[in-house]
Nanobody, 115 residues
C-alpha cells in the first residue's frame, strides 16, 4: 500500500520559514520524481517544486530563490524548505510521487501565513 504522509505545516508570520516533509512508503522511492503542489480555495492547483530521483530540481517562478526542495532517498522523504514566506504562499501543500503512469498523492498539510 502506497502512503505519502506530509507534515510540517502550520501558522507562520510573513517573512518566516517552514519546512515541510513528505514521508513515502510502499514505493521504490528513488525511482520517483517527487513534487510539491499547493492549492487554495477557488484557485487552480499549482506545481511548486519538483525533484527527480537523481536530484534535478525545478521551481515555480513565484518561489524561486525562496523555496528549496530536497530528498533523502534512504529515508524515503522529500522536503520543502520555505523561506521568506509571503501571504500568497498560504495554501494546502500536497506532495506527489510520479513514475511513468503512476501518480500518488499525500493528504496535504495546511500552511497559513498571517501577521
Amino acid at each position: 500500500q502506497v502512503q505519502l504522509v506530509e507534515s510540517g505545516g502550520g501558522l507562520v508570520q510573513p517573512g518566516g520559514s517552514l519546512r515541510l516533509s513528505c514521508a513515502a512508503s510502499g514505493i521504490s522511492f528513488s525511482f520517483y520524481t517527487m513534487k510539491w503542489y499547493r492549492q487554495t480555495l477557488g484557485k487552480q492547483q499549482q506545481l511548486v517544486a519538483a525533484i527527480t530521483g537523481s536530484g534535478t530540481t525545478n521551481y515555480a517562478d513565484s518561489v524561486k530563490g525562496r523555496f528549496t526542495i530536497s530528498r533523502d532517498n534512504a529515508k524515503k522523504t522529500v522536503y520543502l524548505q520555505m523561506n521568506s514566506l509571503k501571504l500568497e504562499d498560504a495554501a494546502v501543500y500536497y506532495c506527489s510521487a510520479e513514475f511513468s503512469s503512476r501518480k500518488y498523492w499525500g493528504q496535504g498539510t495546511q500552511v497559513t501565513v498571517s501577521a
